[in-house]
């Protein structure tokens, strides 16, 4: 149909109506009578192919094969999420441009509550029709997601939430007090009760898992490979599971090479022995906005209780997630009397036994 020839007819139809003519004959009047109808019928078939066409661009329909393809963009369903939440989740995710259309493709499609749970697999760039179509007909996936040594509450939950496993926000939030074990001690000035006991790994996540579930997983796994024989052994050290992955956790983030974790070990427990600052570039790092390669001398003056240039002992828990070498170290450091260590550019670590000596290693290698 041809809307721009329509719309000049109805145009001038409706020119010719509401000229009124008090003079005009009877078969005038029947003429302008038959007009009016035409011109009514006219709009109401404009209007039903317009919505028609509305309708039948946003209907969902059958969910598209995304089977082969690359670059696909996980999003996860949680119960109770809304329409409008879930079109949030497409948009900062790149699946649709309008959360409007979105929306809309809902309403006509009556899917408020025919939204599945779970993790669906989907492109960039989606009509809101085939977004929709996947979310309330498609099959839900489960999802690999690497959590590396090292990593911090704050970067395994964009991680998962960028794999889309759960959202960012709410793991964040029940990351805050969440401690299924008794060693995961609460103190005042941790954000995260769970920092720490995320144990870094590979996982599968099923699709409908909860956020608390994706928590649980990875604190039980790491309760699993804290053996039976590591808790002795702390426990003949006098080392608290909580001290334990506290130190571990320094380990990780001080050391590049594992070669390099038991005597870097070695050094913060001897600092700790002789109540020494443990001076830790690390523990800095972790309240800071952003990380730099360097800590400056302004740097150290940062007031905060994780500041252990400023502080001695340990800081106040974890600042990361350690791996099993990193635990290990932690329990069976090296043999040696280091004092002092820095590392190159490259991650190599050069050890000292005096402060002199370490000025001079600094100097080499900065």
Known sequence: MDFKNLKDSL????????????????????RKKRN?????????VV????????????????PANLEGKKDLVYVHVAKGMSSGDIAKELEKKGVISSTTKFWLATKLNGA???????????????????ALSILINGKTVAVRVTIPEGYGVKEIAKRLDEAGVCSEKDFLKLAKDYAPYEY??????????????????????????????????????????????MRRRAKAQNISIYELVTMASLVEKEARFEEDMPIISQVLWK?????????????????????????SIADTKIDSPYNSYQNYGLPPGPIASPGLKALKAALDPAST???????DRDGKNY????????????????
């Open 184 to 229: 995961m001690e609460k103190h005042k000035d941790t954000v995260y009760r769970v920092e720490g006991f995320l144990f870094p790994d590979t996982y599968d996540f099923a699709s409908d898992a909860t956020t608390e579930d994706v928590m649980r997983r990875l604190i039980d796994e790491f309760d699993n490979k804290l053996t039976a024989d």
């Open 271 to 295: 600092r700790l022995n002789i109540s020494m600052p443990l001076q830790s570039d690390a523990t800095l790092q972790y309240v800071m906005a952003e990380i730099k390669e360097d800590v």
């Open 47 to 62: 209007f039903v192919l317009f919505f028609t066409m509305v309708f039948f661009s946003f209907k969902a329909g059958t």
């Open 112 to 130: 408020d509550s025919k939204f599945k749970v779970g993790t669906f697999a989907l492109t960039k760039n989606m009509s809101a029709a085939d």
């Open 11 to 30: 145009k001038d139809i409706l020119t010719d109506l509401i000229s009124y003519d008090a003079k005009a004959s009877d078969e005038e009047i029947k």
């Open 351 to 366: 050890y000292s036994y005096t402060y002199d000596e370490h000025l001079s290693k600094v100097a080499e290698v900065r």
């Open 36 to 44: 009016i109808i035409i011109a009514v019928s006219s709009v109401m």
């Open 337 to 343: 009397d280091y004092l002092y260590f820095v590392a």
